[in-house]
């Protein structure tokens, strides 16, 4: 198996990881489980919707 290494604000990740441990789920769990989805059925495994222009968590891609 290999390893990834994913940046991302370490605030994020724990509020994360909190919500993922309430559902019995690791964070890396949760990341297979998505990429599976995304394999199996050829799409991403939630609903992407264009940001408007208000404030929020920006990334390298600038996604809110």
Known sequence: MKSTTIRMDD????QATAKLEALGLSFNTFVVMATVQ???QDRVPFDLVVPD???????DRGIA
Request: charged share 20%; glycine share 14%.
């Open 53 to 59: 222009s208000s404030p929020g968590i920006s990334g």
């Open 38 to 40: 995304l394999v199996s």
């Open 11 to 14: 605030d994020l990740k724990k």
